[in-house]
């Protein structure tokens, strides 16, 4: 009778440790502030995976670039540091410059997912980096050009850049000066602030969404449309870290971020929305480029971001041999 409770105990143990076990944790920071609307989303899928992942799979975020440094958090993820990053493509974009393929884009990450691109991205991240990526969230936001001051057009209405303090970063500097003709400065998004109040810039690149939550609507005053790029924020996940995931861990993972990527498109023009209007009560004036001068400004934003894509990976194992699929993929010629 003894032995047989005994082992009435053990095999109960034994469950519910199996039970404790099955909950799998990882481990996550983000590139931005958590003021900054895009953390906010990053954070909201956070929610949903805990929610739906209780007993299975549950992610610990670690904080932002307080924790490691934005620039920093490809190489933490690539190297186990942390599991999961939350980041634009273009912190990294050295190492994979397929990224580009995303900035250039006019489909959403709904498209991509749809039609292949997404599966070819995360290929691509897989075999050059050793992450698994996730997902693209926050796609279908573009981006415009602010400035403190009017912008200046040329006679053919061109915009005109002399003289301007251009805030520059990965995302958009072969635009700026590749086109544009622009010196730019580059400063990280927590610098900016203050090289605005200071004078150190007086126009910069963002998304069309966002510019309240930095609050550099307190230095900028005009918009000039037409906006250009895509976001390219997507989480990835050290490969290894992926792999030792249950089945289950990663059907939730992989599911909610699918769906994020549907319900972050939605969310994000919304605020697009908001914020313009917020804007336009404040007194943000819009200008905009027309006709042939505003055709040739978004073709060249497309065109050198591509040239600058093609001219990376041709120095990296691979080459070329990805570069016309991710074009067909990621850019949807019949819309322009």
């Known amino acids: 009778m003894k032995m047989k409770l005994l082992g009435s105990l053990l095999a109960g143990a034994t469950l519910v440790a199996g039970t404790l076990k ?39 975020v670690r904080g ?28 990294y974009g050295g190492a994979l410059p397929e990224k580009d393929a995303m900035v250039a884009s006019n489909l959403t990450a709904v498209e991509t997912r749809a039609n292949g691109g997404i599966a070819l991205i995360d290929q691509i991240h897989q075999e050059k980096m050793g992450l698994k990526y996730l997902g693209w969230f926050d796609s279908g936001v573009c981006y415009n050009l602010w400035t ?30 590749n086109y ?40 900028l005053n005009y918009r000039i449309e037409p906006c250009f790029f895509s976001t390219d924020l997507g989480v990835i996940v050290n490969n290894e870290k992926w792999n030792s995931l249950s089945d289950d861990a990663r059907k939730v993972l992989q599911d909610v971020a699918i769906q994020h990527e549907k ?36 073709a060249a934003a497309r065109e050198k971001t591509w040239e600058r894509m093609k001219e990376v990976m041709s120095g990296q194992p691979g080459g070329t041999g990805n570069y016309d699929r991710l074009i067909e993929l990621f850019y949807d010629l019949g819309a322009e």
Not at 37 to 60: C, M, P
Not at 156 to 167: C, F, S, T
């Open 180 to 219: 544009l003709g622009a010196q730019v400065i580059d400063l990280p998004t927590g610098e900016v602030y203050s090289a605005l109040q200071r004078g150190v810039v007086d126009a910069t690149g963002w998304t069309q969404i966002g510019l309240i939550d930095l609050k550099w609507n307190e230095f």
């Open 263 to 298: 319900d972050s498109v939605e969310a994000l023009r919304a605020k697009r929305d908001e914020d313009f209007a917020a804007l336009d009560a404040a007194g943000m004036k819009v200008v905009s480029l027309e006709g042939e001068a505003k055709a040739n400004y978004l």
């Open 22 to 60: 099955a909950e799998e944790t990882i481990s996550a920071v983000h590139a931005f502030p958590e003021t900054l609307i895009y953390t906010k989303s990053f954070l909201s899928f956070v929610d949903k995976v805990n929610e739906a992942g209780k007993g299975v799979i549950q992610i610990d």
């Open 148 to 177: 403190r001051n009017e912008p200046k057009f040329d006679a053919d209405g061109n915009l005109e850049v002399e003289g301007l303090k251009l805030r520059g970063n990965n995302v958009y500097n072969a635009f700026f000066t």
């Open 64 to 91: 932002g670039p307080e924790a490691i440094g934005m620039f920093q958090q490809p190489d933490a993820v690539r190297d186990g540091i942390v599991d999961m990053v939350y980041t634009p493509g273009s912190f």
